[in-house]
């Protein structure tokens, strides 16, 4: 089947003419012979009939058509103009790519959406913790960046980026048509995408794209670019962009490179250290002048030439740029962050406490808090820590010299809590890096005798009851009780005994009896028995809720037998600090707190502190807080000059597992545990084997006594 198409024209040119009559007709079949009438023709294919309307509509165009098409070489003309185009054909070559070019970037526009999903690294920022005086003690996160509402950036220092990237940012659309033509012909025939770029773009690259250096990602950036700034305020991107810059030594965002420079708040700024920030925006390492003599040279070229700017364009007057002659030197390195922890330095356990409290008390949830931002503000006083530190390290240090063999799988867990709840320092181990294990924070041993003082406050404040009838009888410090070692338990029906079937009996160390004593003297000596019956005279439940309210965690508590009351709980040594705290604060707990104040970005999160609570009354804390200060006095004769000021006792456990020292001094109270666990078989204590030293001489008092300025 051939379509039948009319002869070309005689002539040369282009001619469009309306084919004849039936020239697409096929050819009809014959009848054979015998048949009747004829067979109509097959109708013309979609093709053909497409190509006859399109002939028909075009046919108006013809003459058009006709000198628009190329003749080469061309009638009428000489030389080389036979083979150029006519303006004719050039005008209409323009027009063609004008609508054609406009129409892509119309519909470009249109379907270009602002992403919803952000580079993550330029959101994320940094959490900068603060010791107590408000000094900086630690970053984490992978990104030192910290937002800050434009409002709080200088106007000089808005104007000196302005003026040393995009004067016109106020007023242009955006992008720099000029400037984004340049930078793609620098892509092509350079490799790179440097200049061109308004602010608005380079937020853009900084916020929603990759770095690539390819055409299509420097054309998408103009597409974004453009309908961000009909969708966002200019105040909004310049907010943005100044807080998603790289400024060179790790820093994003102006206020931490204003920070990592010249270690102080961007609000602080003056213009010309704000010129020479705003240089490092071409490239930190090519503009920090502590990198080389070159990088001197092109910060001070580019510093001068910004603060001159900023007069051409009417930000700075020719007075004021006077006074800026000499350049800023800014701080040989990065100020914040030099706070890694070396070996026996306890940052990182410090971290981990604040960091966990923040969270809890401002309700920040832990993928909120790894965004980063956060400001933490901590109770931690340095020079204590520092103290406490070096003595747990030196006895950490004699342990291992003495004892080799012992001292490598021995633990020190102490901590100092003042009387209004503040955790002033911790030691959490020799390095969390290879222990994050943290010993201030740890529930694995029994406090042993150190617990003693919770059952004495319990029965003073509650009374004891002998028989079941009847109401509770007070007691006071001179209530006798029976102090020989192996005393039965006893209840109101008789004997206790225990699951095995044996009676219970209490048993002071070294089995040592002494008769009728006081319940102040026995606590000042530190005899088991009277408060092993104690306890059980006070009510083991009375017993367990008065050191709850006095600090200690419910968690600490297990059954509730005999053997509770002379100290099988296990406390962390934080909370034995604030435990013996809330004697010396007249019977008053403050929830032991390491975050003073959280902010994010300038704006207040947590600035509650928790309120102190009464666990008893202040004539019951003191009188446990007078024995103590006997107990203090009769074990350390030595630090008699001190006695005034300092209430504490040691503790030991029955299978001699733990060793502890908690005293008060100068209202805080420092807690200190040492014990041995193989952490690489089981959390199981293991015996002390002589390394905590004797009761007289133990290494807890020692450690105590050199953190707080006292005599051995």
Known sequence: MQLKLPPAPPDETMQLRLPEPGAFDLPQEQPKPGKRGRRKAPRPSVLARFA????????????????????????????????????????????????????FLTVAYAATDIPDNINSYATQQDNVYFWADGTPMARTGWVQRQDMPLKDIPEDVRWA?????????????????????????????????????????????????????????????????????NNMSKDKILEGYLNTSWFGRGTYGIQRA??????????????????????LLKGAGLYDPTLSKANRARALERWSWTLDRMVDIGKLSAAERAKYSEFPEPLKSNPLYETDDKPGEQTGYLVELAGQYAKKAAKISDKDFDLGGYQIYTTFDRKRQDELTDSVTKAREKALEDEPK???????????????GRVVAVYGGPDRAKQGYNDSNATTVQAGSAFLPFVYAAALEHGVRKTREGGPTPVTGQTLYD???????????????????????AKNDGGESYGQISLHDALAKSVNTPFMQLGMDTGLATVRETAKAAGLLPSSFGAQVPQMSVGAVTPSAIRMASGYATFAAEGRNTEPYSVRRVTRNGK???????????AFRADVAQEVTSALQDAFRTTHPSATSHTAEVAGKAGTTENDTASWFVGTHRKVSTAVVVYRIDLTKSLEPLPLKGIAGTTDDSVPYGIWSRAVNLPG
Not at 86 to 96: D, I
């Open 52 to 103: 006859a309307v399109a002939a028909a509509r075009l046919a108006p165009f013809a003459p058009f058509a006709r000198r628009l098409r190329p003749q080469y070489p061309r009638p009428g003309r000489t030389g080389w103009r036979r083979w150029t185009p006519s303006w004719r054909q050039w005008l209409a070559a323009w027009g063609v790519s004008f609508g054609v070019g406009t129409l």
């Open 161 to 229: 980026v302005l003026a040393a990237e995009n004067a016109s940012f106020y007023s242009d659309p955006g992008i720099s048509v000029s400037g984004v033509t340049r930078a793609m012909w620098r892509t092509i025939g350079q490799g790179d995408t440097e200049g061109g770029s308004t602010i608005t773009q380079q937020y853009v690259k900084n916020v929603y794209l990759s770095q690539d250096r390819t055409l299509g990602r420097k054309f998408t950036e103009a597409m974004i670019a453009l309908k961000l700034d």
């Open 258 to 279: 204003a920070q990592a420079y010249y270690g102080k708040d961007v609000s602080e700024l003056d213009t010309s250290e704000a010129a020479f920030l705003s240089t």
């Open 406 to 420: 012992f001292a490598k799988t021995a633990h020190y867990g102490a901590a100092s809590v003042a009387t209004d």
């Open 483 to 505: 102090g020989d070692d192996q005393v039965p338990v006893t209840t109101p029906e008789g004997p206790y005994w225990d699951r095995s079937g044996d009676k219970v009996a």
């Open 604 to 614: 207040e999160i947590l600035a509650d502190t928790p309120d102190p609570q009464r």
